[in-house]
């Protein structure tokens, strides 16, 4: 079959969407699919994806969306811009400026009307955020009924607290949501990857309960060597996005380090995000925040590490991403301190760590600050959460949607 892959992210960019599309990419052209994959340019050359990317087509279009609309203005004639969009333009159209994919109707169309018309594209998968491509998709979808549409939705859509959804006004946010179900009418299949989505997507769409499929975060086993040495594990670790919310979480784990200073804690954070608040002497030092590094330097990192110690916002206690499985796989402990949701429920139930409530933190986590995190080994099978496994799941699944 011809898969076109409609992503707006894709590597080199860094964006979670980007990856998980590539690596889904890859397998299934491993196992004898032809794919295209269309995205917004990163400003590389052909080399670099004929060199990443053998036997995979890629379609690089203009992102149609100046960066400074995002709110990094670098000039005064982009601050100018952007006051002039929000205060102005914002009021006469009735789509979400903040979604990247506004102006990109036209291109990504014409694009892919040359690939159907040179190849014929038997399953089309247009990822989201941007929300408006799983829109533009089912446009395609109409005038080409033959394909086999896949919607595949990373994040909460009308129902989500991102990408300025809560703040649209009335008119703008009736506009996403016409455009959340006609995607979701039109497609053959929509994907979500956690259970906490496809429960309110069930509940907003009964009518249309069977096209939705759970295609999960997946990892991939080979970013791990294939050392079988026992090193002895030293530290927490942590890798990734700091996010906002968790700055009263910090600040207790600040005390109560210092009110236990011969626990031992060391905690090394890897991320690319400015946090002002764990300067070098944050916690009696014990805190030391680096560079973000390669995934692959990281997970041989999080395998040497006694646990792994993650703080949630409450916007994201529902959130399993790909991280979670990786570490896991790793046979890394996780501690993780956030509200109650479908994380901790995820860590407690499959025996993989703790969870500690943030209101308990004074009481539970002085026990767990030496790094000895309880983690019972094989307890949950993370091998069902590979890309190959869950690609083979997922072509499998069309089958059945196509008969």
Same mark, same amino acid.
């Given at each position: 079959?011809?898969?076109?892959?409609?992503?707006?992210?894709?590597?080199?960019?860094?964006?979670?969407?980007?990856?998980?599309?590539?690596?889904?990419?890859?397998?299934?052209?491993?196992?004898?699919?032809?794919?295209?994959?269309?995205?917004?340019?990163?400003?590389?050359?052909?080399?670099?994806? /004929? @060199? &990443?990317?053998?036997?995979? $087509?890629?379609?690089?279009?203009?992102?149609?969306?100046? *960066?400074?609309? =995002?709110?990094?203005?670098?000039?005064?004639?982009?601050?100018?811009?952007?006051?002039?969009?929000?205060?102005?333009?914002?009021?006469?159209?009735?789509?979400?400026?903040?979604?990247?994919?506004?102006?990109?109707?036209?291109?990504?169309?014409?694009?892919?009307?040359?690939?159907?018309?040179?190849?014929?594209?038997?399953?089309?998968?247009?990822?989201?955020?941007?929300?408006?491509?799983?829109?533009?998709?089912?446009?395609?979808?109409?005038?080409?009924?033959?394909?086999?549409?896949?919607?595949?939705?990373?994040?909460?859509?009308?129902?989500?607290?991102?990408?300025?959804?809560?703040?649209?006004?009335?008119?703008?946010?009736?506009?996403?949501? /016409? @455009? &959340?179900?006609?995607?979701? $009418?039109?497609?053959?299949?929509?994907?979500?990857?956690? *259970?906490?989505? =496809?429960?309110?997507?069930?509940?907003?769409?009964?009518?249309?309960?069977?096209?939705?499929?759970?295609?999960?975060?997946?990892?991939?086993?080979?970013?791990?060597?294939?050392?079988?040495?026992?090193?002895?594990?030293?530290?927490?670790?942590?890798?990734?996005?700091?996010?906002?919310?968790?700055?009263?979480?910090?600040?207790?784990?600040?005390?109560?380090?210092?009110?236990?200073?011969?626990?031992?804690?060391?905690?090394?954070?890897?991320?690319?995000?400015?946090?002002?608040?764990?300067?070098?002497?944050?916690?009696?030092?014990?805190?030391?925040?680096?560079?973000?590094?390669?995934?692959?330097?990281?997970?041989?990192?999080?395998?040497?590490?006694?646990?792994?110690?993650?703080?949630?916002?409450?916007?994201?206690?529902?959130?399993?991403?790909?991280?979670?499985?990786?570490?896991?796989?790793?046979?890394?402990?996780?501690?993780?301190?956030?509200?109650?949701?479908?994380?901790?429920?995820?860590?407690?139930?499959?025996?993989?760590?703790?969870?500690?409530?943030?209101?308990?933190?004074?009481?539970?986590?002085?026990?767990?600050?030496?790094?000895?995190?309880?983690?019972?080994?094989?307890?949950?099978?993370?091998?069902?959460?590979?890309?190959?496994?869950?690609?083979?799941?997922?072509?499998?699944?069309?089958?059945?949607?196509?008969?």
């Amino acid at each position: 079959m011809h898969f076109t892959i409609v992503t707006y992210a894709f590597p080199p960019s860094k964006e979670i969407g980007g990856r998980r599309w590539a690596k889904f990419c890859q397998q299934l052209v491993q196992k004898g699919q032809e794919v295209t994959v269309v995205c917004a340019n990163d400003s590389v050359n052909r080399e670099y994806y /004929e @060199s &990443e990317f053998p036997g995979i $087509e890629v379609r690089v279009l203009p992102k149609c969306y100046p *960066e400074w609309l =995002g709110g990094f203005t670098k000039s005064l004639r982009e601050k100018l811009l952007y006051f002039i969009y929000i205060r102005v333009v914002s009021l006469i159209t009735k789509q979400n400026l903040f979604d990247r994919g506004y102006s990109w109707k036209k291109t990504m169309l014409t694009a892919l009307a040359d690939i159907h018309r040179v190849k014929p594209i038997d399953v089309l998968v247009v990822t989201g955020a941007p929300f408006s491509l799983l829109y533009y998709g089912s446009l395609f979808k109409m005038r080409h009924r033959e394909i086999l549409y896949v919607c595949d939705l990373r994040d909460p859509w009308t129902w989500g607290s991102y990408y300025g959804i809560p703040t649209l006004s009335t008119s703008k946010k009736k506009y996403q949501e /016409e @455009s &959340e179900y006609k995607a979701m $009418e039109a497609c053959d299949i929509f994907c979500y990857p956690t *259970e906490h989505m =496809g429960e309110a997507l069930k509940k907003i769409y009964p009518a249309f309960c069977s096209k939705l499929y759970l295609l999960p975060h997946a990892y991939d086993p080979d970013k791990f060597s294939n050392s079988t040495v026992e090193e002895k594990r030293v530290g927490f670790i942590y890798g990734g996005s700091l996010y906002p919310g968790i700055e009263k979480y910090i600040k207790q784990l600040g005390e109560i380090v210092k009110a236990n200073p011969t626990s031992g804690f060391k905690w090394d954070i890897y991320t690319g995000t400015n946090y002002p608040l764990l300067d070098s002497g944050f916690a009696n030092g014990c805190v030391q925040k680096h560079s973000f590094i390669p995934e692959e330097q990281l997970f041989q990192k999080i395998k040497k590490s006694s646990a792994y110690l993650a703080f949630f916002p409450i916007t994201d206690k529902d959130l399993i991403s790909t991280k979670f499985f990786e570490i896991i796989y790793a046979k890394t402990p996780i501690l993780y301190i956030g509200e109650e949701g479908d994380v901790g429920r995820f860590v407690r139930e499959n025996r993989v760590g703790v969870h500690i409530l943030p209101e308990n933190m004074k009481r539970d986590l002085p026990k767990y600050l030496s790094g000895n995190v309880p983690f019972e080994k094989d307890y949950f099978n993370v091998t069902q959460y590979a890309f190959s496994t869950v690609t083979e799941n997922f072509l499998s699944a069309l089958k059945h949607y196509r008969n």
